[in-house]
């Protein structure tokens, strides 16, 4: 067995109601005028962050959206400037952690993540901004948080239907490293006990929304997931999703809850240990039989068609997908992309099968 593994600078802070060790954290870092973060639907949240650190708020920018707009992060930046601020807290989902990135990134403003859904970016040095209809990705360890709270307790009131969805989307990143053509032993552990601890997790979630045990069990599954992209690749299923929320801005999780059975399914002849290995996580024998039933329980959203996808755009998709090569386990082509969006516009089970 060969390897190589470098761990990222993560530091994670996990617990019922830790969200009140921010003012100390803040304090232990020397921040102390931070710009909180949030979208517009969680602005009670960016409230209730800034009413606990205090005189250590300089501001609130709620305007965060889906898929990191460049103009958003530009207004981020003025307002950022203005109010002459050494940090950011983001305070939500994916799409607020986003947005803490590209201001690390663009104005090297140090940011603080406390997740609210099941997103896990805020354990990766992924960052994605859209400009001109298409997403640009990257990876720099500047937009790294300096630390994490994950407070189980946040996510009580995270709908179901973002909930399953944004527990796939977070099992995205495992399935993708767990299945690598060059597997690595400690990347492969954290991904399948992510896998495992969704997988098992999110059914209760959805059916019992306030049972704090299983929030704890996915929010814990969503960090595993995250931290095995982060020191892990990305692959063939995050550049389909890619294109399809840059280029048509469809909703992030759901696009990745919905993609991911069929993005298993195009690599699995080539890793087949892999594969099984994510089968037996899941608890399953077929992984991505396994994916495409568990969307099934945990989301209403289950092909392309209800994100407002049209089966015209999927040509221009297919085009967008294959423009760059792809580091991928199996060659990725123009037909085979355009087969794949097809089966998920249409909700084909694995195989093309219609269920």
Same mark, same amino acid.
């Given at each position: ?5 470098? *761990?990222? /600078?993560?530091?994670? @802070?996990?617990? %019922? ?15 102390? &005028? ?8 969680? &602005? ?5 962050? +800034? ?18 707009? $460049? ?8 307002? +950022? ?31 603080? +993540? ?19 209809? &298409? ?32 527990? $796939? ?11 690598? /053509? &060059?597997?690595?032993?400690? @990347?492969? +552990? ?32 969503? =960090?595993?997931?995250? !931290? ?43 890793? /087949? ?7 037996? !996580?899941?608890?399953?024998?077929? *992984? ?31 085009? @967008?997908?294959?423009?760059?090569? =792809?580091? %991928? ?27």
């Amino acid at each position: 067995m060969e390897f190589e593994f470098e *761990a990222l /600078p993560w530091q994670i @802070i996990f617990g %019922n109601g830790a969200l009140k060790r921010l003012p100390s954290e803040l304090d232990k870092h020397g921040l102390s &005028r931070a710009l909180v973060l949030s979208t517009l639907e969680q &602005r009670h949240h960016a409230d209730i962050v +800034a009413d606990l650190i205090e005189q250590r708020c300089a501001g609130i920018f709620d305007q965060a959206v889906m898929h990191v707009p $460049i103009e958003t992060v530009s207004a981020a930046q003025v307002v +950022a400037k203005s109010l002459d601020v050494d940090c950011t807290v983001s305070i939500g989902g994916g799409s607020t952690t986003g947005l803490g990135k590209a201001l690390a990134l663009k104005s090297d403003l140090p940011n603080i +993540a406390i997740p609210t859904t099941y997103a896990g970016s805020e354990m990766t040095n992924v960052w994605g901004i859209t400009q001109d209809g &298409r997403k640009t990705t990257g990876r720099d360890h500047k937009v790294l948080p300096t630390f994490t709270i994950y407070d189980p307790e946040l996510t009580l009131q995270l709908p179901a239907f973002i909930s399953g969805p944004s527990g $796939i989307n977070a099992m995205a990143q495992a399935v993708v490293n767990a299945t690598s /053509p &060059r597997p690595n032993p400690i @990347i492969s +552990a954290l991904a399948l006990d992510g896998i495992r601890a969704l997988a098992t997790s999110l059914p209760t979630v959805v059916k019992q929304p306030n049972n704090l045990d299983a929030r704890n069990q996915a929010l814990h599954g969503a =960090c595993l997931c995250g !931290a095995a992209l982060g020191a892990g690749i990305t692959s063939l299923h995050h550049r389909l999703c890619h294109t399809l929320g840059g280029s048509f801005n469809t909703s992030h999780a759901d696009t990745h809850a919905i993609l991911l059975a069929y993005s298993v399914e195009y690599n699995q002849a080539a890793v /087949p240990a892999g594969t099984q290995r994510v089968a037996e !996580a899941l608890g399953v024998k077929d *992984a991505a039989r396994g994916i495409f039933d568990l969307l099934h329980k945990v989301s209403d959203k289950t092909n392309l068609q209800q994100l407002g996808l049209k089966e015209g755009d999927l040509d221009k998709a297919a085009d @967008i997908a294959t423009e760059k090569a =792809c580091n %991928n386990a199996v060659e990725v082509t123009r037909d085979k992309v355009r087969e794949l969006f097809f089966n998920a516009y249409h909700g084909n089970g694995p195989g093309g099968r219609k269920f």
